[in-house]
C-alpha cells in the first residue's frame, strides 16, 4: 500500500511539472510561412528561447519561466524578418500576438499588465517622434527659405510638444511606480536625460522599482553622473595625443577650458569643428583653452580629420578600452559632448553651443 501511494504522489508530481505554470504566445502572421522565433538578446550574443511554425497564419509559442523574480526581456520576430520584432516582457501568462507585414510599426503584443503599461510608454514615444519628425521637416524647410520666425514658431511647438509628452510619461510612472516596468522606463529615458531629469524621474519610482536590476542601473547612473556634474572638479585623465605623447587634463592651463568629445565620423561634430575653431582663434589669447578627444577607433581617420578641419588645439584619443576612459567617466552618451571648465577644472556648463557658449566662456574670460 505505501509503494502504490508513493507511485501516485511521483505520478502527479510528474503530471505537475508537465502542466505547471507557464507562458502561451498565440498569435497571426497572416500572409507569412515559415518560423515565429523567440530570443533575447545581450550584447552581441542572440539565444533562441523558442520557435514554432506559422500554420495558415498563425502560430503558437510554449514555455515557462524559472525565475520570476524579474521578468526578461524578449524579442518575438518572424524568420527572416528581424524588422518586425515584437519586445515584450517575458512572464507565465497568456499573450495574444499580431504581427502587420505592410507596417511593422502597428504589430502588436498583449497578455499582462505589465507589458499594458510598456505598451503605453511605446504608444507615447511613438506619437512624439512621428510628430517630431513632421515638425523637424517643416522647421528644416524654414530655415532654408531663410524664415526665421516660422522656423522659431516651429520650435516653440515641439517643444511644447515634447513637455506635454514628458509630464504624460510621468503621470504614467506616478499610477505604476511600484511595478519593475516603471524602473525599466527610467532606465531607458536615462540613456539622453540629464542629471535632474534622471533624478526626478529616480524619485518617482518606489522602493520596491529601485532594487531590481533597472532601478539599481538607474542609482549608478545618478552616482556616476553626479562625480561629473555642474560644480564638481572634472576628473583628471591621460591619454596619447596626435603626436604620440602623453597628455594630461590637469596640463590644460586657461582661465576658460573646453573639453570637446567628437570622433571623424560623426558629421554633427565635423560641422560644428568651424565654429569651435572661431572661438578658439577668438578668444585663444584671452585665456581659452580646447582639448578636443576622440573616441575613434581609426587612428588614420582621426589625423586626417584634424588636418582637413584644421583644427589648432590639444587632441587626444580614447580608445574605451577600460572603465575608467574619459567617455565612460565623463557618461558620454552622444558627441558631440562639450564640457565647459573654469581655471581650476570645476565644471562650469555642458553641451552648450553657438551663441550659449560664447556668451560663458565671455564669463569665465572676464
Known amino acids: 500500500m505505501r509503494n502504490l501511494l508513493l507511485s501516485i504522489i511521483v505520478a502527479v508530481c510528474t503530471l505537475s511539472a508537465c502542466t505547471g505554470p507557464g507562458y502561451t504566445i498565440k498569435g497571426e502572421a497572416s500572409g507569412r510561412e515559415g518560423n515565429v522565433i523567440l530570443l533575447t538578446i545581450n550584447g552581441r550574443n542572440i539565444d533562441t528561447l523558442s520557435t514554432a511554425k506559422l500554420k495558415d497564419g498563425k502560430f503558437t509559442v510554449k514555455g515557462s519561466v524559472a525565475d520570476t523574480s524579474l521578468p526578461e526581456l524578449v524579442y518575438l520576430t518572424l524568420e527572416g524578418g528581424m524588422n518586425n520584432m515584437l519586445v515584450f516582457f517575458l512572464e507565465n501568462a497568456n499573450y495574444t500576438a499580431v504581427f502587420n507585414s505592410e507596417d511593422p510599426s502597428l504589430s502588436t503584443i498583449e497578455g ?49 510638444l515634447a513637455d506635454k509628452n514628458a509630464e504624460q510619461e510621468k503621470e504614467l510612472l506616478r499610477a505604476n511606480n511600484d511595478n519593475f516596468v516603471a524602473s525599466f522606463i527610467v532606465s531607458q529615458k536615462m540613456q539622453r536625460a540629464d542629471l535632474e531629469e534622471i533624478k526626478e524621474l529616480y524619485e518617482i519610482l518606489s522602493e520596491n522599482a529601485r532594487i531590481n536590476r533597472f532601478g539599481k542601473e538607474v542609482a549608478d547612473k545618478i552616482a556616476k553622473l553626479e562625480v561629473v556634474s555642474i560644480g564638481q572638479v572634472a576628473p583628471d585623465f591621460t591619454l596619447n595625443t596626435d603626436k604620440d605623447e602623453l597628455f594630461s587634463l590637469s596640463q590644460l592651463k586657461g582661465k576658460a577650458k573646453v573639453i570637446d568629445f567628437w570622433a571623424s565620423w560623426c558629421g554633427p561634430c565635423r560641422n560644428a569643428n568651424p565654429e569651435m575653431v572661431k572661438l578658439y582663434n577668438k578668444y585663444h589669447k584671452k585665456g581659452l583653452e580646447v582639448l578636443g578627444v576622440s573616441v575613434d577607433k581609426n587612428k588614420e581617420a582621426w589625423l586626417k580629420a584634424i588636418a582637413d578641419d584644421k583644427l589648432p588645439w590639444k587632441q587626444v584619443i580614447d580608445d574605451k578600452s577600460s572603465d575608467n576612459s574619459p567617455s565612460r567617466v565623463y557618461n558620454v552618451a552622444f558627441i558631440p559632448h562639450v564640457v565647459l571648465l573654469d581655471a581650476n577644472n570645476v565644471i562650469i556648463a555642458k553641451n552648450l553651443h553657438g551663441e550659449e557658449l560664447e556668451n560663458k566662456i565671455k564669463e569665465l574670460l572676464k
Open 112 to 160: 499582462t499588465q505589465s507589458q499594458t503599461i510598456l505598451n503605453e510608454f511605446r504608444k507615447m514615444s511613438k506619437s512624439l517622434n512621428k510628430e517630431g519628425g513632421r515638425l523637424q521637416e517643416e522647421y528644416k524647410n524654414a530655415k532654408e527659405e531663410g524664415n526665421q520666425v516660422k522656423a522659431d514658431s516651429i520650435e516653440d511647438v515641439y517643444d511644447a
